[in-house]
């Protein structure tokens, strides 16, 4: 009737002898527990053995609850828990919660007896006797509502309610006598067939032995498997001899070759613990050698060892790993290639075997330094990037496979010009490794010249002038000695104000986009940056000493490449127009009645003291060394003329006057430049053109909050003609739908502004003098993909000759932006039911492609009603590797595809490694970075705050058991309270902790415990700070932007993360601290950072590949009023690259050029080192732009005396120098006060 009311079957009540003993334990029937001797350790889990019995005919209920308790602090009750020491772990009183069971698994009739697995027990007082509740019910255990902690104490449903069916049996255990452990023993056995072949399963078995001993020994047993096999289902623990706990053992695969397998337990004294698994031989070796070790706390550690001998035939594996490298296409790849600054490039390779096996095969590529890795794609198998500088690839290799393509996306870093990056990839098969061929990228930095030369690469004859073979030296690659000048590093000492870079004269890449000369096609004179000499004041008259205006750079890098401090600067026109420099004439007779020697060699070995000379832009008025041929008969023909600037004497095959040619070795320094020199005319007329161009680009604009695309239009005119232009007006006009954003020109000139038209009047444009105009428009984030965006520009003049070249119309279309996968993301699934959410432009539909293969078409987007172009669709796909992308369309346009999603489904997985999520107390969600498979993941977190981890559970076992152990101080019990399959458990990290190290996953299922490893450490948060004083900035709005091709580029296009879709939030406004931080999947991104009163800031590329990445963005504030110095930035670098301005001076500088570009200073450096070091200094003067768009402008103002080093991070070689320096008093003239 009662516990403590008869009538009773036993004769006497349960408790309290009938009312007249204080007595307890008097339940004759309680024999549901059969191992009451298991060891029950303080903070360690145990397995209690309990026998379920069913009647005949039971009442019929879904489920049964089994749930234990146990005093362990013996306070006389079962509600205690107790944190275990050094760990966020909590140990229980309730050491068994609701543990389900299936009713139908019980014959009728019959029982069954189970292992159950307790969670960490509460035991304080190992010594002291204690009370145990063990309750099977048809209902969850009843909570203890009125507690803090709402959890179970041993009570039932409160009166009348009670427990329809199941049993209570309460248990008095005595408590553990004093004594010592004994010693531990380990033994090992194996079966096989025999003999061992490849393929064949061979059964292991471990026992642990608790020899003698008068208390409970712990112990932990590690069997790491060997190279060369694979686990065969799971690990099995049976108790020999009892009492052992806890009856399961571990699989960790990130351990060892092949993984490893761990029991960490407890054995009373003889207790036998037995450890049973399987493994498959996978490839040949000679002997298989298998050790287990068992280790006691503070104690020795013993092994057992066996060696299992393989009879098989070794293959050598005929396995060929080819590597290439590309600029441009696949077909293009080569196995040594130029890659200029600012270039990126493509290593492909190609993993093939012909011995008909199948091999697991590994690669690791580790790519020079300097050259960083931002996208990886295979055709199978699973490549990925580690650290940014290696990527390895792990797949089979075999008939069905081969070859694997592996593609390999880089971007080159600060290299050193000339510096050749030199790769080689190894592969592994077990024991067995080989290397690909070697590829090298050599960076260039060179400058050569742009005359025709018949000595070509191609082979190709070449014109100087119509019916005139071009015999000029320019081209370096041919045979000896004819071989054009070459200059190594060009952007220390050069002519003019700008300098490009190329490959060579008539092959490779060039900074231009074009080649300097195309032989096939007889076109030269295509360097667009010869600058240093001013043709348009040249008057050469015949046999008459000239003087030749010419401008030369000298920055600080030059002095090192200069002997002695000095350059040498060389002249030659073709005076007879016949295609050379080689020819000598005799001048008239002087008054003495000697002849003069005139020669095209007209300027020889011109020294240009550096060191006199002082750093900057110098215009120099060169005397020729010879009278200047140009006779009267051929001065109105087009002549070529060369100048060249270099770090030593030209070369002189006639002893004592050259050709243009240079040496065998190049030159370490300087330019070559040539010039088609019109032919004199005899009425000279003005010409004034103008030409255009235009790029598009996806924007955020931080004050609307609103996407859009802005358009950048850049207008140079200049004047062609001999004669000024008088009267000069460049007007631009735009058509809809654009609204002007921003103009500038440079010169400065103001317009005049009537609707779309902005009217320049320039005035009167010098001979040879030009300019140019930015404009900034937008269109909105609406207008369809297609759309034709116009814009024209005119150039009026009253003294025009040539009205053809007065007006151009250029156009750009909205493009087609690829869609962005946003889930899944790369990584392992247990599911083969597979959601892709995305994001795309709005007007586009989406196109997925699965292996290859379009799987569906068409998919309508914006799912979520929001504008955004939001769009899910479903895949079912089979267990195995497959690659995802997608592609956008839209008016018959497709966009590029997508990253791509390497996703492995795995059915046998005991989680999914993909659901994996960390969210902080204010719901701010980490996805782990790098891949998410089971191990080798990495999740960065913040000291100070609280996390809760979640994921999701693949198996049914409706008692899985989730833990999360990050190093040895946090160990967190993850929960499924609503039974969804999505386990929950939350932690915090303590304010100043540094830690980091491994963190583990743990997942039981069917009392078979699978552990995976990954990575912990502080995340890398960053800050916006004020450049001039080092202090954290508030209020900045930060926008995480992405490259949707996951491409890295001076000039890619990169849209708005959309940060909803991972539970985070973009843009961020940051607090006092300056902080921000966004955790996003592998990709290329840019902040773009805005704040009232300080110039926007764009950064450069930030690749995210297996880890965040740590950025402090430093803004400027606005400096208004007029700038005292103007630099122009374009692909030819800075113009003037060098300035000397006085204290106190502003300086702007405007981006000329339709590419991104960046003023970042190199010394001082730009860097944030915390609140209490800023607030300790001054500015330092250094500064950074961020990436300046086309026709943005940045400002900075220098207040200390000193030089100041430059760069444009998109093009590290090109740099550029400041000067700060008093103005020089020492020429004032003082005069005495007058009075009158």
């Known amino acids: 009737l009662d516990a403590d009311l008869l009538p009773d079957a036993d004769g006497t009540t349960n408790i309290l002898d009938n009312g007249a003993n204080d007595v307890a334990d008097r339940d004759k029937a309680d024999d549901g527990w059969l191992n009451p001797d298991v060891p029950l350790i303080d903070c360690r889990e145990s397995v209690l053995k309990v026998r379920i019995s069913k009647a005949a005919a039971p009442p019929a209920v879904d489920r049964l609850f089994l749930n234990v308790w146990f005093d362990g602090t013996r306070d006389g009750d079962w509600n205690d828990v107790a944190r275990c020491p050094n760990q966020e772990a909590v140990s229980f009183e309730w050491i068994v919660q609701d543990w389900a069971i299936n009713p139908a698994s019980i014959p009728a009739g019959g029982f069954i007896d189970i292992a159950v697995p307790t969670r960490l027990v509460l035991n304080q007082k190992p010594e002291a006797d204690a009370w145990l509740r063990f309750t099977l019910s048809e209902s969850p255990a009843v909570r203890d509502n009125t507690s803090a902690a709402n959890l179970a104490d041993g009570r039932g449903p409160a009166f009348p309610g009670f427990f329809k069916i199941g049993e209570t049996e309460d248990y008095y255990r005595k408590g553990q006598e004093p004594g010592q452990p004994g010693n531990i023993q380990i033994t090992k056995q194996y079966t096989a067939p025999n003999p061992v072949d490849v393929g064949d399963v061979i059964t292991y078995s471990v026992t642990i032995t608790h020899v003698g001993g008068t208390a409970p020994a712990s112990a932990v047993m590690t069997d790491v498997l060997p190279a060369g096999v694979a686990l065969v289902g799971p690990p099995t623990v049976t108790e020999v001899n009892p009492s052992v706990t806890p009856l399961l053992a571990t699989f960790n695969p990130s351990i060892g070759p092949s993984g490893a397998i761990l029991w960490n337990g407890t054995l009373t004294p003889n207790a036998v613990v037995r450890v049973d698994f399987q493994v498959r031989l996978r490839q040949c070796v000679d002997i298989l050698v298998n050790r287990a070790v068992v280790r006691i706390p503070s104690g020795p550690q013993a092994f057992a060892e066996v060696q299992t001998p393989v009879e098989c035939q070794p293959v050598e594996p005929k396995i060929e790993l080819r590597k290439r490298v590309s600029l441009h296409t696949d077909a293009d790849a080569v196995t040594d290639a130029e890659v200029l600054p600012g270039m990126t490039a493509v290593y492909y390779l190609t993993l093939s075997n012909s011995d008909g096996l199948t091999h697991t095969v590994h690669i690791s590529d580790s790519l020079p330094s300097g050259v960083v890795a931002v996208n990886v794609s295979a055709s199978s198998g699973v490549a990925s990037i580690v650290g940014g500088s290696t990527v390895v690839w792990d797949g089979q290799l075999g008939p069905g496979t081969s070859p694997v393509t592996i593609k390999i996306e880089v971007k080159i870093e600060q290299v050193e010009c000339g510096r050749a990056l030199v790769n080689v990839a190894h592969w592994y098969v077990g024991s067995l490794t080989g290397d690909s061929n070697p590829v090298t990228l050599r960076y260039s930095c060179r400058d050569l010249g742009d005359a025709p030369d018949s000595t070509n690469n191609a082979s190709s004859a070449m014109t100087a002038y119509p019916s005139v073979q071009a015999n000029f030296p320019t081209v370096f690659s041919v045979a000896a000695p004819e071989r054009g000048p070459r200059h190594e590093q060009p952007r220390p000492f050069f002519l003019g104000k700008r300098v490009s870079p190329e490959v060579e004269a008539d092959l490779g890449f060039d900074a231009d986009g074009v080649t300097n000369i195309d032989p096939s096609a007889n076109v030269a004179d295509r360097d667009r940056f010869d600058d240093g000499v001013n043709v348009s004041a040249l008057s050469f008259q015949h046999c008459r000493i000239v003087a030749i205006p010419v401008m030369v750079t000298i920055t600080p890098q030059a002095l090192p490449l200069l002997p002695n401090g000095i350059g040498y600067l060389n002249v030659w026109v073709d005076s007879n127009r016949d295609g050379d420099w080689a020819d000598r004439f005799e001048c008239p007779q002087d008054a003495t009645g000697v002849a003069a020697q005139a020669l095209e060699h007209i300027v020889i070995d011109y020294a240009v003291d550096a060191n006199a000379l002082g750093v900057g832009q110098q215009s120099l008025l060169v005397t020729t060394s010879v009278p200047v041929w140009w006779p009267a008969d051929l001065a109105q023909q087009p002549s070529w003329l060369r100048a060249t600037l270099s770090d030593r004497p030209s070369n002189k095959p006639f002893i004592t006057y050259g050709d243009g040619r240079g040496y065998d070795t190049p030159f370490r320094t300087g330019e070559t430049e040539d010039y088609l020199l019109r032919g004199q005319i005899v009425d000279p007329t003005a010409d004034p053109s103008v030409t255009k161009r235009g790029e598009i680009w996806p924007d955020f604009d931080a004050a609307t909050n609103q996407r859009r695309w802005v358009i950048g239009w850049i207008v140079n005119y200049a004047n062609g003609g001999a004669s000024p232009a008088n009267n000069v007006h460049v007007i631009d006009s735009y058509g809809p739908p654009q609204t002007l954003l921003a103009e500038h020109s440079i010169p400065l000139y103001a317009p005049t502004i009537s609707g779309n038209s902005l009217d320049y009047n320039i005035g009167t444009l010098p001979a040879g003098g030009g300019g140019l105009v930015i404009l900034r428009t937008s269109v909105p984030w609406t207008t369809p993909p297609g759309t034709v965006i116009t814009n024209s520009v005119i150039i009026t003049s009253a003294n025009d000759t040539d009205i053809t070249n007065n007006s151009t119309t250029v156009s750009v279309t909205v493009p087609v932006l690829p869609p962005v996968i946003v889930s899944p993301v ?23 492609y699965v292996d290859g293969t379009a799987v569906a078409t068409d998919i309508s987007t914006d799912t979520h009603g929001n504008g955004n172009g939001d769009w899910s669709y479903v895949l079912t796909l089979a267990d195995g590797a497959h690659d995802i992308y997608a592609v956008a369309r839209a008016g018959g346009v497709s966009s590029d595809p997508s990253p791509t999603v390497h996703l492995i489904v795995d059915s046998t997985l005991f989680w999914d490694p993909i659901s994996l999520r960390f969210e902080d107390e204010n719901g701010h969600v980490i996805v782990p970075s790098g891949r998410l498979d089971e191990s080798g993941w990495q999740v960065f977190l913040r000291p100070g705050h609280t996390y809760t981890v979640s994921l999701r559970v693949c198996c049914a076992d409706p008692n899985a058991q989730v833990t999360l152990e990050i190093g040895d101080d946090i ?19 303590a304010v100043g902790g540094r830690m980091s190290g491994n963190v583990r996953i743990c997942v039981t299922c069917n009392l078979i415990r699978r552990c995976t490893d990954g990575q912990v450490t502080i995340d890398p948060e960053g800050t916006v700070f004020d450049v001039t004083s080092g202090q954290p900035i508030d209020a900045a709005l930060v926008s995480c932007m992405q490259s949707p091709t996951g491409a890295a580029s001076a000039d890619g296009v990169f849209v708005l993360w959309p940060a909803e879709l991972f539970d985070q939030v973009n843009p961020q406004e940051v607090a006092n601290d300056g902080y921000f931080s966004f955790f996003t999947p592998a990709g290329v991104y840019r902040l773009d950072v805005a704040k009232t009163d300080y110039q926007p800031y764009t950064s450069p590329d930030l690749t995210v590949v297996d880890a965040p990445v740590h950025f402090d963005v430093p803004l400027t504030p606005v400096l208004g009023g007029e700038a005292d110095v103007q630099i122009s930035i374009s692909d030819g670098g800075f113009e003037p690259s060098v300035v000397t301005v006085a204290p106190g001076a502003t300086i702007e500088w405007i981006n000329a050029d339709a590419a991104l570009h960046s003023s970042t200073s190199i010394t001082p450096s730009v860097e944030f080192q915390g609140p209490a070091a800023a607030s300790l200094s001054a500015d330092s003067g250094a500064w950074d732009s961020g990436l300046l768009a086309s026709g943005a402008t940045y400002r900075r103002q220098l207040n200390t005396v000193g030089t100041y080093t430059y760069r444009d991070v998109n093009n590290p070689d090109l740099t550029a120098t400041i ?18």
């Open 826 to 848: 790369a990584g392992s699934t247990c599911t083969g039911t597979v959601t892709i959410d995305g994001w795309v432009q709005p007007g586009a539909v989406v196109d997925i």
């Open 971 to 989: 160990v967190v019990e993850l929960t499924d309270p609503d039974n969804d399959h999505i386990y929950t458990g939350t932690f915090s990290i």
């Open 1219 to 1236: 000067i700060v320096e008093e103005a020089d008093t020492s020429l004032r003239l003082y005069l005495p006060g007058v009075a009158k």
